[in-house]
């Protein structure tokens, strides 16, 4: 016998182990030749109902029969119903030892007590874990990489009898599977730092230019970069917007600037969003005047403001040049 092999030991009264081989046989008599279990039946049925006093006769009786069990074995290849017999008998004792699990099953299958039968190794249970993984942004990037993925480990074998214990396969008791990745990103670019100013003149002299620094006409100048990603693709616009607007071609001020690209970050940064955020724009500069004489005036002051700081209060006067955004020209030097 093997460490496979699982045992149901009786020891009974003759007259009970003759009505237990007979429930035996009648619930397995589909894996031998029908005629030969019938003529197995009609023996044992007479066994049973001979007097309890005869116990020779029924013993001698027993034997007879029994000598057919071997036809049987050999009439029948094994299949996952059957199970070897063993039985060890006194003139009024018998012990019946069954095995459930031995030459009844093939190689690789043993008896599963929940399925009822030989079985090749069954599934007993299984778990799931979640696993996760750091990633890196590409290169230039801030922010982390995250992937996760569920692993599923199974365990294979048999619940033997006969209090249903389990039995782990030999060949492949544990298996593991897990999906595939999945990533979570929170990558961006950074704002680049903004330029430095451009450097102060050597000295004040009539038709000396210099631009004003707190106006933003593109990426060159302070504060272009603002807003999060979905405004990049306005910036320009805005600034577009604000010049056509202006009597003067003027660039907007930092402050104004980001205003607006709050504005459209309110309406949305999208084409209706965009539509809505200029109307407010042109609304607001008629209402200011910025689309008149107060747009030109506003400009002179940003460029006397820039040219007290650059060359001393007082030093110079300087205007604005039309049309051209953010620039200034000495004027007069006192």
Not at 53 to 81: C, M, Q
Not at 110 to 133: A, E, K
Not at 246 to 271: K, Q, T
Request: charged share 10%; aromatic share 8%.
């Amino acid at each position: 016998m093997t460490p496979n092999d699982r045992f149901a030991t009786k020891t009974l009264r003759l007259d009970a182990v003759f009505k237990w081989i007979g429930r035996l046989f009648m619930r397995n008599i589909a894996s031998a030749h029908v005629s030969q279990h019938r003529k197995v039946l009609r023996n044992l049925s007479k066994i049973i109902s001979l007097p309890k006093k005869s116990g020779i006769p029924k013993l001698a009786f027993l034997i007879g029969t029994l000598a057919l069990v071997p036809a049987l074995s050999v009439a029948s290849p094994a299949t996952s119903n059957e199970a070897s017999i063993d039985i060890l008998s006194t003139i009024t004792s018998a012990t019946v030892t069954v095995n459930e699990g031995g030459s009844g099953c093939s190689s690789g299958r043993q008896w599963d007590v929940g399925v009822g039968r030989c079985t090749s190794p069954i599934l007993l249970s299984s778990s799931s874990t979640s696993q996760t993984q750091s990633g890196s942004c590409p290169s230039g990037q801030l922010g982390s990489v995250t992937l996760r993925r569920t692993c599923t480990t199974r365990n294979y074998g048999w619940r033997v009898p006969p209090s249903g214990g389990t039995v782990p396969s030999p060949t492949n008791p544990t298996t593991t599977s897990c999906t595939a990745w999945t990533t979570s990103s929170s990558c961006y670019t950074p704002t680049p730092p903004p330029s430095p100013p451009p450097p102060a003149p050597s000295g004040p002299a009539v038709g000396t230019a210099f631009t004003i620094t707190a106006l933003i006409c593109d990426y060159n100048d302070p504060g272009y970069y603002y807003g999060p990603g979905g405004a990049s693709m306005y910036w320009f616009e805005i600034i577009k917007a604000y010049r056509n607007i202006n009597s003067a071609g003027r660039c907007p001020e930092a402050g104004g600037y980001r205003y607006w690209i709050d504005v459209l970050g309110m309406y949305g940064f999208n084409a209706a969003g965009w539509a809505n955020t200029r109307l407010a724009l042109t609304t607001a500069a008629i209402s200011n005047g910025e689309n008149g004489p107060n747009g030109i005036a506003s400009a002179n002051l940003h460029c006397q403001q820039r040219a007290n700081a650059l060359f001393g209060a007082g030093k110079t006067v300087a205007t604005y040049v039309m049309n051209s955004g953010n620039e200034c020209r000495v004027t007069s030097v006192n």
